[in-house]
C-alpha cells in the first residue's frame, strides 16, 4: 500500500470519498482538448517526453502527476484502441494506483482501468506486475494492452503458466525487464522459487517485486489465497502398492467397512473393513504391523475410489490425471492433490503410476503478494471486506458504475429432479435461441456440462461446448458465444473475465462485431446467462450472471438448480429442500428461496473470510522461516556476506561440540564431540577442566585455527569456492527435509487443538524449536564439508 494510501487507512480507510479519485478524473477532462490536438507522432513524443521528466517518481509522489497521467492514457487508448477511458474507469484506475481493494462491476472495463496504474508505476523503473487468473486472461490482456503501452513509450511482457517454464531463461528474464509485465501468481510463484534456489546470478530470471496490480482479486486474494507453489523432485520409483490395494479395496463394500465424509474428503475404515482388509492382505493388527506408508496409501486409494470424482476433481488427459481447480474449473498437470491421492487416482484409472514427488520449496499465493512493496488490487464483487483488510491491509473501494446496469437477473429457480432441471434447461435454451438471443449455459463440472450437451444434441439443438480440456479453442469459442442464437455450454471458468460480444466476435480483434449482427442481438434481448450451478458464495454466482448486460449492453440471467445438487446440501435443511421439490411450478414461487440462497451464501461468505484470516496464520509461521532462512542464503549467494557466515558458522559449531560434549563428560566426551566437528589442534585434556565460557572461548579460537590451517592446505580460491556451494546445497536439502517436518508437526497440532488447547500458540513454539535446530544443523554440517571436501584433481 502507498503511504498515502496507509495514511488514508488510519484517516477511517473504510469512510474512503470517491471524491479523492474524482478529481484528477476531472482535472484529466480539462487536459483532453490540448492532447486531442497533437498529431500521432506529437502525442507520442509528449508521452515519452513525460516518462522521462518524471523516471523515478513512485507512489504518493505520483500525486501531482494524475490528471496528466489520466489524460495521456484515456488519449492515447482513444487513439490506439478506439476506446475513450471513462471517468469511472480513470477513478478505478486511481483507486488502484492507491493501494485499495477496487469494486468495479463486472464488464465495467477493469482491464483498460488497470492500464493507468500501470503506467504510473512503471515510472519507478522497477517493474509492474499485472496479475490476473489464467493464461488465457494473461495472453488476452497483454495482447489488447501492449498496443496502448507502446504508444505510451512503455514495453510489456507475458509470463505463463503453462509452457513458459521451458522458455529458455534470456526469453523469461527479458519477460521481467519489461516495465509491465502480465501474468498469474502461480507462474510468477515458480519462477521466484526457482530463482531462490539458483546457485548463480546467470541463472536468475526476476528483478524483484515492487508494485503487483490483481485483476480477479477475488479469485486470487481470497479463494486461491492458501494455494500453494512448489518445486518437487521425483521421489524415487513409483510405488506397486498403489495397485495392490486398489485391488484391495475394490473388494470392500461401503457402509459396511468404511464411512465416508464427503464435505472433508474423509474415508474411515470401521472394524469390520479393517478385519476384511486383514484377511486379504494376509496380516494381522494392521494398524501396528503395517508400514506406515502402506496405511498413508490405503487412505489414498480410499478416498481416491470414494470422494475423488472425475469429471469433477480431475480429468484424464494423454494417460495422466490432470487436477481441476474447484473455482476456476481450470486443469493443472502439474498439480498433485499431494498425500499420494494422485497416485491413487492413477491407480483407479487404470493409469501408469507415477513416482510420489518431495517438496523442495513451497510457498503460498497470498504470502507471494504480500511480498510485494505496493500492491493494489480490482475485481467484480469484493464481498470480503474484513478478509482483504486483515490479511493484505487493503481498504475496499466501491466504483460506482459508468452507466446504468440493464442487465435483468431472473430468481433462483428449485427444480424436484436433475431431470426435471435438464428439461427445463432445454426447452428455456430452445426458446432464446428461437429467437434469436445466444444463452451461455453455466454449468458446475466437466460431467454436468457433457450431461447437458448429450441433452441439448438430443433435442438437435447446436451448440458449443468449452472445456477446461479444449484450452487451445478457448478464444475463439469465446468470439462465437455472442453471435445470434448461439449455444455455448460451459463450466465455470467463463466466470473468470470472459467478455462476451453481442453479435459475436473478439473484442478489439480483426473479426470485431458486425453491426447488424450486434443489433440483432440487443433486439433479442442480448446475452442470456443461465447457470446450472450452485455457487459456493454469491460472489461467484454474479461473475457467472455478469457475462451478461456488460458496459450497459441488454441481458438477463437466470440460475436453475435441482434440490439433489449436493452443493445445496450445507446451505439448506433437508426438509427444507424436501419442501422445494414439492414445488409445482418453479417458476412462481422461488422468490423466498431465492433470497433464502442469497442469505445462506452471504453466511457462508462471512464464514470462509474468518477461516481464512485464522488460516494464513499457520501458512506465515512457514513463510516467515523460509524469509529468515532465505536471507541467510542471498548472504551467501551474492558473497555479500559469505565470509561473515562461515565464520558465524565455525563459532555455532564451536558451541555446539562443547554443548554436545556436556560438562559433566570429561575429557574423553570433549575429545569425541571435537574431533567429530573439526581436526582438532588443542590439547583437549587441558581444556577439559576450564569452566564453560573459556572453554567455549578457546574451542572457538581453535576452530578458526584450524580453518586457517585448511585454507593453506586447499588454497584460497579452492576454499572461497568451497564456501560458496556448501552451504546453498545444504540450505536448499534441509530445507525440504524441514518442510516434511513442519507438515507433520501441523497434523500433530490438529490432534493437539482437538483437545481444547491453543493449536497456533503450539505450532509456532514447536516451529521455532524446530528452526532454531535446522540452522544449527545447516552450520554444524557446512563446517563439517568445509573441512572434508576432497580438494580438485
Ligand atoms: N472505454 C471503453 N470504451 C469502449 N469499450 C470499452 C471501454 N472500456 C472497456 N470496454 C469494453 O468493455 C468490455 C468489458 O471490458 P472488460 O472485459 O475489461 O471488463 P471487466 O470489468 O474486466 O469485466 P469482468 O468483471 O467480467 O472481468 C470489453 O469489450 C472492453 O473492450
Redesign the pocket.
Known amino acids: 500500500m502507498t503511504a498515502g494510501g496507509r495514511l488514508w487507512t488510519r484517516l477511517g480507510g473504510d469512510r474512503r470519498s470517491l471524491a479523492r479519485y474524482r478529481r484528477p478524473a476531472a482535472a484529466a477532462a480539462e487536459l483532453e482538448p490540448a492532447l486531442r490536438s497533437l498529431s500521432d507522432p506529437e502525442l507520442r513524443a509528449h508521452a515519452e517526453a513525460w516518462q522521462r521528466r518524471h523516471r523515478g517518481t513512485v507512489g504518493a509522489d505520483c500525486e501531482d502527476l494524475l490528471p496528466e497521467a489520466a489524460a495521456l492514457v484515456r488519449e492515447t ?1 482513444r487513439r490506439v ?6 471517468d469511472v ?1 480513470l477513478m478505478g484506475g486511481l483507486a488502484l494506483h492507491d493501494g485499495a481493494m477496487v469494486e ?10 488497470l492500464v493507468l496504474p500501470a503506467v504510473l508505476g512503471a515510472l519507478a523503473g522497477r517493474g509492474v506486475h499485472v496479475l490476473t487468473a489464467n493464461d488465457y486472461l494473461v495472453e488476452r ?1 497483454a495482447a ?1 494492452t501492449a498496443p496502448l503501452y507502446g504508444a505510451l513509450g512503455l514495453s510489456c511482457g507475458t509470463v505463463l503458466e503453462v509452457g513458459d517454464g521451458k522458455r529458455p531463461s534470456a526469453a523469461r528474464r527479458a519477460a521481467y525487464a519489461a516495465d509491465v509485465t502480465y501474468a498469474t501468481p502461480l507462474a510468477l510463484g515458480y519462477d521466484l522459487l526457482r530463482d531462490r534456489r539458483a546457485n548463480t546470478p546467470e541463472r536468475t530470471v526476476q528483478r524483484g517485486r515492487y508494485l503487483a496490480l490483481v ?2 482479486a477475488d479469485l486470487l486474494l481470497f479463494d486461491d489465497a492458501r494455494k500453494t507453489v512448489h518445486l518437487t523432485r521425483t521421489d524415487g520409483e513409483a510405488d506397486p502398492r498403489y495397485a495392490k490395494m486398489t485391488a484391495v479395496v475394490g473388494r470392500l463394500k461401503p457402509g459396511l467397512h468404511y464411512r465416508v465424509d464427503q464435505e472433508r474428503k474423509l474415508v474411515t475404515l470401521t472394524d469390520a473393513g479393517t478385519e476384511r482388509i486383514e484377511d486379504l492382505l494376509g496380516t494381522s493388527d494392521l494398524d501396528r504391523t503395517a508400514d506406515p506408508r502402506l496405511l498413508r496409501i490405503l487412505d489414498a486409494v480410499l478416498r481416491a475410489r470414494e470422494v475423488f470424482r472425475r469429471g469433477v476433481d480431475y480429468v484424464v488427459v494423454d494417460g495422466a490425471v490432470g487436477v481441476i481447480s474447484g473455482y476456476s474449473g481450470r486443469v493443472s498437470l502439474t498439480t498433485d492433490f499431494g498425500d499420494g491421492v494422485t497416485q491413487a487416482i492413477a491407480a483407479k484409472e487404470g493409469l501408469e503410476v507415477p513416482a510420489e514427488t518431495r517438496r523442495l520449496c513451497t510457498l503460498h499465493v497470498h504470502w507471494f503478494l504480500r511480498g510485494y512493496q505496493r500492491l493494489g488490487a ?3 464483487v469484493a464481498a470480503e471486506t474484513e478478509a482483504y483488510r486483515r490479511v493484505y491491509g487493503l481498504e475496499t473501494v466501491r466504483i460506482p458504475t459508468g452507466r446504468p446496469v440493464l442487465r435483468v437477473d431472473r430468481p433462483v429457480r428449485f427444480y424436484p429432479s436433475d431431470r426435471a432441471r435438464t428439461e427445463a434447461v432445454v426447452a428455456e435454451t430452445a426458446a432464446r435461441r428461437a429467437k434469436g438471443q445466444p444463452v451461455l449455459l453455466g454449468t458446475a463440472s466437466i460431467a454436468q456440462s457433457e450431461q447437458m450437451s448429450a441433452a441439448l444434441t438430443e433435442r438437435g439443438i447446436p451448440h458449443h461446448r468449452l472445456t477446461p480440456e479444449n484450452h487451445a479453442e478457448e478464444a475463439a469459442a469465446v468470439a462465437r458465444a455472442g453471435s445470434v442464437g448461439a449455444v455455448t455450454v460451459v463450466t465455470r471458468m467463463v466466470g ?4 462476451i ?1 453481442l453479435g459475436g466476435g473478439a ?2 480483434g480483426a473479426d470485431a462485431p458486425d453491426p447488424a449482427d450486434h443489433d440483432a442481438v440487443v433486439r433479442s434481448g442480448g446475452l442470456y446467462v443461465l447457470a446450472v450451478d450452485a455457487y459456493e458464495s454469491r460472489r461467484l454466482e454474479l ?1 457467472m450472471r ?2 451478461a448486460g ?2 450497459g449492453d441488454p441481458g438477463e440471467s437466470a440460475v436453475f438448480l435441482s434440490v439433489t445438487d449436493p452443493s445445496l446440501k450445507p446451505l439448506f435443511p433437508a426438509w427444507q429442500l424436501k419442501v422445494l421439490g414439492l414445488n409445482p411450478d418453479p417458476a412462481d414461487s422461488s422468490m423466498a428461496f431465492s433470497r433464502g440462497v442469497e442469505r445462506a451464501l452471504d453466511i457462508r461468505t462471512g464464514q470462509l473470510a474468518q477461516q481464512l484470516c485464522e488460516s494464513v496464520r499457520y501458512d506465515e509461521v512457514m513463510e516467515r522461516q523460509s524469509d529468515r532462512l532465505q536471507r541467510q542464503r542471498l548472504v551467501v549467494f551474492d558473497g555479500s556476506g559469505r565470509r561473515d557466515w562461515v565464520a558465524r558458522a565455525l563459532d555455532s559449531t564451536a558451541d555446539q561440540a562443547v554443548a554436545a560434549a556436556k560438562p559433566s563428560g570429561g575429557a574423553k566426551a570433549l575429545r569425541r564431540a571435537l574431533a567429530q566437528a573439526y581436526p582438532v589442534g588443542l590439547d583437549v585434556e587441558s581444556l577439559a577442566a576450564l569452566p564453560p565460557e573459556q572453554l567455549s572461548a578457546a574451542v572457538r579460537a581453535d576452530v578458526h585455527s584450524a580453518y586457517a590451517r585448511r585454507e593453506a592446505e586447499v588454497t584460497a580460491p579452492v576454499l572461497r569456492d568451497y564456501e560458496r556451494w556448501i552451504p546453498l546445497n545444504l540450505i536448499d536439502n534441509f530445507w525440504a527435509d524441514h518442510l516434511r517436518a513442519l507438515d507433520d508437526l501441523s497434523a500433530a497440532t490438529s490432534l493437539h487443538t482437538l483437545t481444547g488447547a491453543d493449536g497456533l500458540a503450539h505450532y509456532q513454539q514447536e516451529a521455532e524449536r524446530l528452526f532454531t535446530g535446522l540452522l544449527r544443523r545447516i552450520e554444524r554440517r557446512a563446517v563439517f564439508h568445509l573441512f572434508r571436501q576432497e580438494g580438485p584433481e
Do not use: N
Request: charged share 40%; aromatic share 0%; proline share 0%.
Open positions: 487508448s484502441l478506439g476506446k475513450r477511458l471513462d474507469q468495479m462491476k463486472t464488464g465495467e472495463g477493469k482491464t483498460l482501468a490482456d489488447l485483476d480477479e480490482i475485481t467484480g473468470r473475465g470472459v467478455d460480444q473484442d478489439g461473475h455478469g457475462r456488460r458496459r
